[in-house]
C-alpha cells in the first residue's frame, strides 16, 4: 500500500473588507494553516472612485477638493503636492507667508494622522479602546483649529497653487502655538501609556521587521522605510517649501518591526512640533495668494511633484496639453506601495502579528485605492 | 432505597450499547467513544458495590478513582494511535487500517 | 416512588438514550457531545450513590479534559468534510451481527447476576462522602496504585509526545 | 413547600445577581470610559446613563435571531445553554457569610472548578457549529487557553485547600485567620491571572479578539444567544471573584462591619481590579498566552504546594515562615522576569 | 432526605432554574423581535464576502498534546484535592510521596517542554 503523508488541511478565507481592523476596506485573502499564514493577497479597489479620471473633466482649480478625499486623514498633504506641481508648471510664486502656513499646516496634519494612527494600532493589539480614544482626543484639537481656519473638519480644500485660498483667521498663532507648546508632553504622555507595558513590547518587538533593502525595491517610504534604518525624508533630502530654513532631525530607527514603526512616528511627531514653532517664529507678514486666474491655463509639458505626506512620497504627476484641464494627472500614493512592502512580511506570520504588521503599516485605503 | 439490583443492570445495558458501538462502528474515534461507555458501565458498577457493600472502606469507589485516571491516559493514547493512523493513511475507519505496519 | 428513585429512572433514561445515540448517530460531533452528556448524568448517579467527589471528578475529567481530547482529535482527523458528517460512513457492515452479540451478552449477564443474591449491608449506602475520609484511605492503604498512576500518566505523555512528534 | 424551596431560592438568587451584572453592565461603560477620558454613558435614564444596560438588554431582546445556513442547528441552540446553566449551578456553592449561604457543600471547591470546564465547551460547541471559519479559529483559541488556565486555576485552590485542610468554602473562609493572600501570595496571583484568562476578559479574550477574529466563537450568534454566553460570562464573574474573596481575602471576615458587607467590599475591589485591567493593556498572543500558562503559571503554583506543603508538615508554626518564604520567592521571581524581560 | 441528598436537590434546582430561565429569556426574544430571513442573511459571516469553500481546517498535532498535558495535569489535581486534606496527619511520609507523584508528573512537563510540544501556533 502506497504510503502517503497527509497534507496540511489548508483554509482560504477573507480578511476584510469588512472587518475590524483592515481599517476601511482592504480585503486580504489569505490561506492560513491552522493560525500561520502561509499566503496573502491583498485585494484593493473598494474604495475605488477613480479619482485620476475625474481629474480630467476638472478645471485645475477644481481639483484639490478631489484629491482631499484620497487620503482622508492626511488631506492637506495630498492637496500639497499637486499645488505645487501646478505652481512649478505655471511659474507661481508662493508668497512666504503662504509657505509659512502651509508648513505649519502640513505639519500639524502629519501629527493628526499620526495620532489617528496610533489610536487604532493600540486598538488592533487590543487594547479596549483606551489609546484609541486619547489618540482621537489630541486629534480633534488640532481638527479644531483647522476647522477655524479652513472652514472644514475634513476635506479642508484649503491649499491652492500660488497660496491659500484664504489668509488664517484671528488667533490662529496663539492657538497653534498653544497646541504646539502642549503636544510634547501629550506625545509622552502617549510613549508612556503603552511603552513600558509589557505586552505592547511583546506584540511589537522583533514583529514584521522589513529590512532597508527589500523595502527601497518595492518603494516604500515614509516612517515604513525609516523604521527600517534608511533615513530618506523628502523634507529634507530635496526641500521644499521653506523646509530648508527649519532645523530638525530626520527620525529613523533600526530594526523595521512593529516597535520601530511606532517610536519613529513618535519621533516624527515631535520633530514636526519643533517645525511648527519655529514656523511660528519666522512667519512673515504679507499676502497669503499669488496673482492667479480662476480659470488658469497651464503651459503644455509635465511636471512630477513629490512631497513628504505623512505616509511617504506622495508624488503628483501632471501633463498639460495647454488646456484648462490637466491632460492626465497621475497621483503616486504612499499607502500603496507600503502596503505591497509589508505584503511580502506577512506570509509565515500569524494572524495576530498579521493584523498588528498590517496595522503598524498605517494604510489608507482611500489613498491607496484612489 | 434503590436496589442494587437496579444499579447493575442499568450498567450491563449500558455496557452492552458499548459493545454494540465497538463491534458496529467504522469511525475509530466512535469506536474510542464506544469503549469509553464501557468504560464507565463498569465505573458505576463499581461505584455500586462500594456504596452498598462496602460503605465503609470505599474500596470500589478508590478503584474507580484509579481506573478513571488510568482509563484518561488509555484515551490519550488511543486518540494518539488514531490521528498517526490518519496520518500515514488519511482514514480513520478501522476496517481500512488492517495492516500489521504502515 | 420515591423521589431518589425517580431520579434514578430518570437518569437511567437519559444516559442509556445517550449511549444510543452515541452508537447509532452518523453524526461525530452529535456524538461527542451526547458523550459529554451523558458523562455528566453519569455523574450524577455517581452523586446518587453518595460519592460526590467522584461526581465531581468524572465532570472534571470528562466533561472537561477527554471532551477536549476528541474534539481535538476530531479536528485533525477531519473525518467529514462538513460540519453534519452528511454522505459518511461511520458504521460497518456488521450491524445485525454486533446487534446479535451485544444483545446475547445482555442475556447473559443478566441471566447470571440477577438472580444473585449481594452481601447488602442494611444500612446502606449511608456513608458520608468525606473526601478526607477518602483521602485517608488512598494515601494510607493504596500508595502503591496511586504512584503508579503517576508513571502511567508519564508513559502516556510521553507516548504522545513521540507519537505526535512523528510529523517534524 | 420543603420542595419548592430550592426553586424559589434559586429564582431569586438568578434575579440578585442579574440584578448586580446589570450594574456590572453599567460600571463597566463608566469606568471604561473614564478611563479612556471620556464620559461614558449620559443619555439614557438621565441620570449618568442608568439604564444603558436595560436598554441594551432590551435591544438584545428586539434583535433578530440568525441561525446561519451551514450552521449544526442543534448545536448551535444548545451551545448557550451550556455556558449558561453550570454558572447558575455554581452559586449554590458559594457561601457569603457563614449565615447566608445556599449549601455548605462538601467540596464546594472542587464542584467549582469542575463545573467551570463547561464553560470551554460551550464556546467549543458555539464556534464549531456556527460553521464559520472565524468562529472555528475562536473555538480552538478557547478550547486552548480554557484548557491550560484551568491547570493553575486548580492548582492556585490546592494551595488554600491544603492551609485549611477542606474543601468547604465555609470552611476554608473559617479556617482564616490570616488572610490566606499573605500566606500564598504566590497562589493568589496565579489565581487572579488565571481567573481572567477562564473569564474571557481583556487581555486574555482571545477567543473573541475583536480585532483579529471578529468576534470569536460568537460571530454568528446575535440577539438574545448572544446575550446568554454574555451572562454566562458575567455569571462566570460572579462565581470566580466571589472565589477570590473566599479564599484569599478572608471571606465575610473584617472588623465593626458586618460579614455581608465585608464580603461585597472585596467583591467588588475585585471587580474594579477586573474593570480596570481590561481597560489598559493590549491583548496577549495566543503563543504568548500558552507560555504564560505553561511555563510559568504551572510551575509557579507547583512551586507554591511544594513550599507550602513542606512547612506546614516540617514547621509547627508554620504561618509566619509560609509568608515570609512565599513573598521572598514572589518578589524574586518579579525581579528576575523583568531582569529578562528587559 | 438526608443533607447530602438536599445538596443535590438543590443543584438540580439551581440546575432547571438556569435551564428555564435561559429558555424564558429566548422565548420572550422570540415574541418581540423581528424575523424577516433572507438567503444573504444566513450565510456565514466572512467579512463580507461570500464565504471560501470548506469551513473545515485541519490543526497542528500539537494542540492535541496540549490537550492531553492538560487531562493528566486535571487527573493530578483531581488527587491533589484529597491529599490536601489529609497530608498533615500523616507527616513526611505522605509529603515524599507527593513529590515523587508531583516530580514524576513535573518530568512528563518538563519532557513536554523540552521537545518543544508546548508551543501554540
Redesign the interface.
Known sequence: MPQHKSTPQLMEINLGPQHPATHGVLRIVLTLDGERVVKAVPHLGYLHRGVEKIVEDLEYFQIPPILDRMDYVANLNNELSYVMGVEKLAGLKVPERAEYIRVILLEFNRIMSHFAWFGPFTNDLGLFGTAFLYGLREREYIQRLFERTTGARMHYNYFTYGGLRHDIPEGFVEEARHLANRLPAVIDEFEYMVEENEIFRLRTIGIGPMDGKTALNFGASGPFLRASGIPIDLRKDEPYSVYDRFDFKVCSASGGDCFARYKVRMDEMRESVKIIQQALDQMPDGPVRAKTTRHLKLPKGEVYMRTEHARGEFGAYIVSDGGVRPYRLKLRSPSLSNLMASCVLLPGMVLPDLIATVASVDIVLGCTDR | MIPLQYYIIMSAILFTIGIYGVLARRNAILVLLSVEIMFNAVNINFMAFSAYITPATMIGQIYTIFAVASGAAEIGIGLAIILLIYRGRETVNVDEVNMLKW | MSGQLLAFWALSFVILSGALYIVTTKNIMHAVFMHLLTMSMIAAIYGLLHADFMAAMQVLIYAGAVTAMVVFALMLTKSQSRPDGAGMAVDNQQRGASFLTAAGFLAVVIYVLVPQKWAVKETAPIVKSDVAAMGAIIFKSYILPFEIISVILLAALIGVIVLARKED | MAIARPFLIALALVIFVLSNIVFFMWAEFKISGRVADRLGPMETGRFHGWAQPLADILKFLNKEDIIPANADKLIFRVAPFVGFIPVVMVLAAIPYTNKIFVRDFDIAVFFVIALSSFTFVSMVMGGWASGNKYSLLGAFRAAGMLLSYELPLGLAIAGVVMLSATLSLIGIVQHQTVWNIVLQPIGFLVFMVAMQAELQRSPFDLAVAESELVAGYSVEYSGMRYAMFQLGEFFGLWALASMAVLLFLGGWHGPYLPGIVWFFIKFYGIFLFLAFSRVSVPRVRPDQLMDLGWKILLPSALVNIVITATLIVLVPHYQLPLAISEFAILIGALYLMRRVLK | ??A????????????????V??GL??T???I??????N?T?????????E??????????????????????????????????????????T??I??????G??????V???K?G?????
Request: glycine share 8%; hydrophobic share 55%.
Open positions: 432526605m438526608n447530602a441528598m438536599t445538596n443535590y436537590y438543590y443543584v438540580v434546582a439551581f440546575a432547571i432554574v438556569g435551564g430561565f435561559g429569556l429566548l420572550v426574544a422570540r418581540m423581535r423581528p424575523n424577516k430571513v438567503k442573511k444566513l450565510e456565514a459571516y466572512e467579512c463580507g464576502m464565504p471560501f469553500e470548506g469551513n473545515w481546517t485541519q490543526y497542528s498535532a500539537r494542540f492535541y498534546v496540549f490537550a492531553l498535558v492538560f487531562l493528566i495535569f486535571d487527573v493530578e489535581i483531581a488527587f491533589l484535592y484529597p491529599w490536601g486534606t489529609v497530608f498533615r496527619d500523616f507527616g513526611v505522605s509529603l510521596e507527593m513529590f515523587v507523584f508531583i514524576v508528573l513535573l518530568l512528563g512537563l519532557y513536554a517542554w521537545k510540544v508546548l508551543k501554540w501556533l
